[in-house]
């Protein structure tokens, strides 16, 4: 048996688990993103996704201070398989015309898994808490606006405990009692 691990022991391992293959099939040329106006871009009637006012406006901030980062996947036809929140934030932002990325030969059935599968598979991802901890303080540290990591201000408050209030001794007892609160930018002592 050979232990050769060149290119075509990868290729068969690959052939094997059938993931090139299918690419291959399903999207058989290079994927290039081309620029497509909004109004040739049709979105699915059953997207089961839903986007709030908020969150659209979240996205458009997101696209305003980033660039467009994430290309909406369209069948054939135009029709939105992936990134109907980030075409809603384009007309809101009057964005006439959006990066796409063509998916091609997918079944009827492949577009309404995938359509689910692009937005589910996300949320099955955690957090390392100890990380986005340090992440969120170095942004705040910076005076970077965390809104615009899709994060509540209250998540981020209890993330960097950001529960101190300043007051008086009517409504937090006497201050002298108080347990000391460590700033997170400076480590300083408040």
């Known amino acids: 048996m050979s232990t050769n691990q060149g290119p075509l022991a990868l290729e068969s391992r690959v052939i094997l688990v059938g993931t090139y293959t299918m690419a291959i099939e399903k999207n058989h040329r290079k994927l290039e993103i081309l620029y497509k106006p909004l109004t040739l871009l049709m979105g ?6 839903t986007h709030s006012a908020d969150q659209v406006d979240e996205i458009a901030a997101s696209i305003k201070q980033f660039g ?3 290309p909406v996947l369209i069948d054939e036809q135009g029709e939105v398989i992936a990134g109907h929140g980030r075409l809603l934030a384009a007309e809101q932002c009057c964005i006439e015309d959006v990066p796409t990325i063509t998916l091609c030969g997918l079944t009827k059935s492949e577009k309404k898994a995938y359509r689910i599968a692009d937005n589910k598979l996300s949320l099955n991802a955690g957090w390392d808490l100890d990380f986005l901890t340090l992440e969120l303080s170095d942004l705040l540290a910076e005076n970077f606006d965390l809104g615009l990591t899709g994060f509540l201000s209250d998540e981020i408050d209890q993330m960097l405990n950001l529960d101190f209030l300043p007051g ?8 002298d009692h108080l347990d000391a609160k460590l700033c997170p930018h400076c480590g300083g002592v408040l």
């Open 44 to 49: 699915y009637a059953n997207n089961p996704r």
């Open 68 to 70: 467009w980062t994430n």
């Open 168 to 175: 008086n001794e009517d409504d937090q007892g006497k201050l």
